[in-house]
């Protein structure tokens, strides 16, 4: 193979165009809405690490004949590990005073990801239903790095047995085939619309709800290709080009990565194919190594000293907006003028980190190993790895002054959750007295405390639990999100409930619930799936259950009121390390009643008027027990009532079915008269 000419010197052009990734990723962060595609940033990033560091390892094949794997990763660790172990530091110290116990022992969790570099290994198996926002994980960010780095380990190896393969077909053909199968995963994810990874490495059970995002946005085989977009540009032949040339080439790429900052959005399945026109973009401004008066944009000294930093702004920013956000910084009117504030101390740190953290170990090989810099660093790793495994056990929940704190706060909702501990389409009790049958998505499974303490054994019932499916348990009834087979799943949920019915000769009751507004955007009727769903639908299909289920009594339980996405348990055990932070368990003790959602309470409304459904059913409307003419209630003494911002806890689910106690006594009065 011919060897690379291609100067090594140093390309302004290319410090431009990391100005244009990481500011596309920050403004994305801090919800600039022209922005929204702005999270391509990180890939634009990946082309530039791929063109880089391809290029600096095939100069020292053409040099020695040889790529050596120790200086390659000491150079990585100088580069990489100071702004990143500072970063972490950083992060830890702000969360002690900030995050409450159960924030801190998610964060916890992913400071040890992070102490080894498996950030998107963390990040991806965490992603559920049931998984915390993104807005609460300081270190959410360090997935990009962990990716980059997992790629770097065997990069090298390849990039060894490529060059030394002398026919340049054959290179070609090696190299082409890597990025093509790493697309080719994407396109047959995206198209299948069913996890690979996932379903080897996730174990969900049936009708549970499984994102593909995550797989496609974490895990390096996905992201392959885009490195490879970049290293395929070391290998391109250069040809003397007229400027114009040039200048047009650049603004090709230019305008194919702002198409896609300015119009990509977080609902897209990505990378997928959609990666390649921000990638191919970066790589043709790479290619054309612009000259003359285009190339200012790129090379005029703001974003070039910009792109210097590119990297500690890069790992410093979402820190500073998630605890930011997280104190309430950018609610109310003043939102705006908070992030500018924000941004700026954002820039500020970078330029510190780039020249007192970055540059010390950058620059000098031998300060970077000597005692004075290396061994701290090295207890600094050890020091940050103890500190998570211990923060991850406790969320170090003393920092709290609420007594009743359990020991595992980071898990509250899984613990807590009014349907844990009841396993789906399972026979919980079993005996010759009367049936009560839950049906429904997670929204019916919350009831299952409640039903089972306060009504099933206290009257010696048998329980079946048929909920747990996330879709509605009606005929005809499916569900057009993608990820599994709705249209077989949703079915398939109903008639095990309706089996149930069958098994025996015992009477039953059929209890039903789901999170009726929600699940009204996402579903859909097998027989008209491009129509959307509306209340009369819904009420029909409730009118059609029970008729299936004939003279047996149905018990239809209306939407919950939710906490309006404040995290109550979370906004309560806050620490009080702080002087702002003063509030107590009054201020989230209820949720003012006219900010609850209004489609919330117009289906249960839409119930309570149509008496000629309320004729075959009986209606249970939770508002009637939350709620009074002014607020709905979240805390019942120092009991939180729900277990995330949507779903009952078991307190809360024991409180609303105990309250409806006489109507579901009244009707297993009336059935043991029979």
């Known amino acids: 193979m011919s060897e690379i000419k291609h100067s090594l010197g140093y390309r302004p052009d290319i410090d431009g165009l990391r100005t244009l990734a990481v500011l596309s990723v920050l403004l994305f962060h801090f919800d600039f809405k022209l922005f929204s595609g702005g999270f ?60 409450s116990p159960s924030h801190f022992q998610k964060f916890g969790e992913s400071l040890i990801a992070s102490v080894f570099m498996v950030s998107n290994l963390y990040f991806f198996f965490e992603a559920d239903y049931f998984d915390i926002s993104s807005r609460y994980k300081p270190l959410l960010h360090l997935w990009s790095l962990s990716i980059e780095e997992q790629f770097y380990i065997f990069w090298p190896l390849i990039l060894i047995f490529v060059l030394k393969v002398r026919k340049v077909r054959t290179q070609i053909l090696i190299f082409t085939s890597i990025a093509a199968i790493s697309l080719l995963l994407n396109l047959i994810v995206h198209f299948t619309s069913y996890p690979i990874l996932s379903s080897l490495l996730q174990n969900k059970g049936e009708g549970s709800l499984i994102d593909i995002r995550p797989e496609l946005f974490f895990l390096l085989p996905y992201r392959i290709f885009e490195f490879m977009i970049g290293a395929a540009l070391v290998f391109l032949p250069k040809t003397d080009l007229k400027n114009y040339w040039r200048q047009l080439l650049f603004l090709l790429g230019l305008g194919a990565s702002l198409v896609a900052i300015l119009s990509f959005h977080e609902g897209m399945i990505f990378p997928s194919y959609f990666a390649l026109l921000p990638c191919l973009g ?8 612009p000259r003359g008066s285009v190339s200012f944009l790129f090379t005029n000294w703001l974003f070039v000293n910009i792109g210097k930093i590119s990297y500690s702004l890069y790992m410093i ?71 998570g495994i211990d923060i991850s056990q406790s969320g170090w929940y003393w920092r709290s002054n609420i007594g009743n704190i359990q020991s595992d706060p980071g898990y509250f909702h899984l613990n807590n959750y009014g349907g844990t501990g009841y396993r789906g389409y399972r026979v919980i009790k079993k005996n010759q007295n009367t049936k009560v049958i839950l049906l429904g998505d997670s929204h019916g499974l ?26 509605f348990h009606l005929p005809n009834f499916t569900r057009k999100t993608k990820g599994h ?52 639908d819904l009420k029909e299909g409730i009118a059609n259950l029970k008729k299936l289920i004939g003279n047996t009594p149905l018990v239809v339980l209306g939407n919950v009121p939710t906490t309006q996405s404040v995290d109550i348990f979370s906004e309560i055990t806050r620490p009080k390390l702080l002087p702002f932070q003063e509030e107590g368990i009054e201020k989230f003790r209820s949720t ?15 119930i309570k008027l149509d008496e000629k459904l309320l004729s075959q059913i009986v209606f249970l409307d939770p508002f009637d027990v ?34 409806f106690l006489p109507q579901l006594e009244s009707i297993l009065e009336s059935l043991n008269k029979q």
């Open 40 to 99: 391509v940033g990180v890939d634009i990033f990946f082309v530039i690490s791929g063109f880089l560091i391809t290029k600096i390892l095939v100069k020292e094949f053409n040099q020695t004949r040889n790529i050596s794997i120790k200086n390659f990763y000491i150079r990585r660790a100088r580069r990489i590990l100071p702004a990143y172990i500072s970063t972490i530091f950083f992060s830890v110290l702000i969360g002690i005073f900030c995050f």
């Open 282 to 289: 970066a790589a043709l401004m790479i290619y054309s190594e």
């Open 317 to 387: 920013h979402w820190p500073l907006f998630v605890y930011s956000h997280y104190m309430g910084l950018f609610d109310g009117p003043n939102a705006l003028v908070h992030k500018i504030i924000v941004i700026l101390l954002s820039l500020l740190l970078s330029v510190l980190s780039y020249r007192f953290v970055e540059l010390p170990f950058r620059l000098n090989q031998k300060t970077f190993f000597s005692r004075f810099y290396f061994t701290p660093l090295i207890l600094t790793i050890l020091l940050l790895l103890g500190v």
């Open 446 to 471: 919350q009831y299952a405390e409640g039903l089972f303490k306060e009504f099933v054994e206290p009257h010696n019932l048998s329980f079946y639990n048929a909920s747990g499916t996330s879709c």
């Open 485 to 536: 087979d709705w249209d077989k799943i949703c079915p398939r949920a109903l008639n095990r409930g309706l089996a149930f019915l069958s098994e025996s000769e015992e009477k039953n009751i059929v209890v039903i619930s789901h999170s009726w507004a929600s699940q009204m955007k996402n579903g859909g009727q097998l027989t008209q799936k491009d129509q959307p769903l509306t209340a009369s």
């Open 592 to 606: 003012d009643l006219n900010k609850i959602n209004k489609s919330i309470v117009d289906f249960n409304e839409s």
């Open 626 to 659: 939350l709620c009074d003419q002014k607020n709905c209630l979240n805390i019942l003494g120092e009991e939180v009532l729900y277990s995330d911002t949507t779903h009952l806890s078991k307190t809360g689910s024991q409180y609303v079915i105990r309250q």
